[in-house]
């Protein structure tokens, strides 16, 4: 492999004053170089995709009724490498009817294809719960050795607690409220909240306005 270079450009090296220089020089005498050769024949594309859509409407239309009525006739494609058999399409499988899928069904089921013996080159593990959706390693199949039930740890003895409740607990009074001082909260609240919303709606004409000059500025600049 070539030994890849990530170190930056020899320009960037290069001081102001030198590099203003180079650049003057190639502004006011260039460097003449041979006429381009072209060793490879250009190839017809047709037109671009950009002046395709740059076309007035009239054109596409009459374009598009022509192709319709007489279609261009292209040279028959040539193959220049082998096809590989990979069977039959996704697509192609898809498009069948249920019958046929339905007949390959028991044709398998009946008479299954023959396939050659798996040449394994590992050591299968064994799966916990191998016939269920859920494949979840069994340790114990993993670990070589004897294998060890112990006992279950015996369960704590169910502790019960005794509470003394008082029967006769006095009901603390109810502290009695000044309907003048709950209007005067309620008042308040509701002035700090139309505060509140004067406020908002303010800071967004201010943000508006803001941002309407800021378009104009650039806009009409």
Same mark, same amino acid.
């Given at each position: 492999m070539a030994d890849l270079d990530f170190s930056p450009p020899e320009g960037l090296t290069i001081p102001l004053w030198r590099s203003l220089l180079i650049n003057l020089a190639d502004r006011f005498a260039p460097e003449r170089l041979p006429p381009l050769e072209l060793t490879s024949k250009p190839v017809d594309v047709g037109i671009l995709e950009g002046d395709l859509l740059q076309l007035p409407w009239?054109?596409? /239309?009459? =374009?598009?009724?022509?192709? /319709? /009525? =007489?279609?261009?006739?292209?040279?028959p494609l040539q193959l220049e490498s082998r096809p590989v058999d990979v069977g039959e399409l996704l697509g192609d499988e898809l498009s069948h009817g249920w019958w046929n899928s339905l007949l390959q069904g028991i044709r398998d089921r009946l008479a299954p294809e023959r396939l050659p013996a798996l040449q394994l080159t590992s050591h299968p593990v064994l799966a916990f719960g191998a016939e269920s959706n859920l494949q979840i390693l069994d340790w114990s199949s993993l670990i070589t050795g004897p294998k060890v039930f112990l006992p279950d740890a015996p369960e704590p003895a169910a502790t019960v607690y005794s509470v003394d409740v008082p029967m006769n607990t006095p009901v603390p009074a109810t502290p009695s409220v000044d309907t003048s001082l709950l209007a005067a909260r309620l008042q308040l609240v509701r002035d700090?909240?139309?505060?509140?919303?004067?406020?908002?709606?303010? /800071? =967004?004409?201010?943000v508006a306005e803001a941002i309407f000059l800021l378009v104009a500025i650039f806009k009409f600049q």
């Open positions: 009239y054109r596409t /239309v009459f =374009s598009n009724i022509g192709d /319709v /009525v =007489s279609l261009e006739v292209l040279p700090i909240g139309r505060t509140r919303f004067r406020r908002k709606i303010w /800071v =967004s004409l201010a």
